[in-house]
Nanobody, 123 residues
Framework: QVQLVESGGGLVQAGGSLRLSCVAS????????LGWFRQAPGKEREFVAA????????EYAESVEGRFIISRDNDKNTVYLAMNSLQPEDTAVYYC????????????????WGQGTQVTVSS
């Protein structure tokens, strides 16, 4: 089990960039796949990006492909989400999640979640 704490959210204008961080505590961090999900007001939580335990393999939602980059630093127990060319439709609470084994785009497969960080993109 890991505990996750996100940071880096905020208000940004359309076209701008943000980098989210998620710091994990727990001895098994390096064996967990990590994902980022988001939930906009009135909408279901949706998959954004995920990375394997090694950082070698990644997957992205089609809506963020080419704009967002997920990465991890196992020495720092941290996963990042670099978000570029942000648009108002990217406004949401962003959650970090962890699961043992390979990554998954399904939120139900994740065992541990952070509290979320708000990202607001103004037009």
């Amino acid at each position: 089990q890991v505990q996750l704490v996100e940071s880096g959210g905020g208000l940004v204008q359309a076209g701008g960039s943000l980098r989210l961080s998620c710091v994990a505590s727990g001895t098994m961090f390096s064996s967990y796949a990590l994902g980022w999900f988001r939930q906009a007001p009135g909408k279901e939580r949706e998959f954004v990006a995920a990375v394997t335990w090694s950082g070698r393999d990644t997957e992205y939602a089609e809506s963020v492909e080419g704009r967002f980059i997920i990465s991890r630093d196992n020495d720092k127990n941290t996963v990042y989400l670099a978000m570029n060319s942000l648009q108002p439709e990217d406004t949401a609470v962003y959650y970090c999640a962890a699961r043992p084994g390979y990554y998954s785009p399904w939120d139900g497969d994740y065992t541990d979640w952070g509290q979320g960080t708000q990202v607001t993109v103004s037009s």
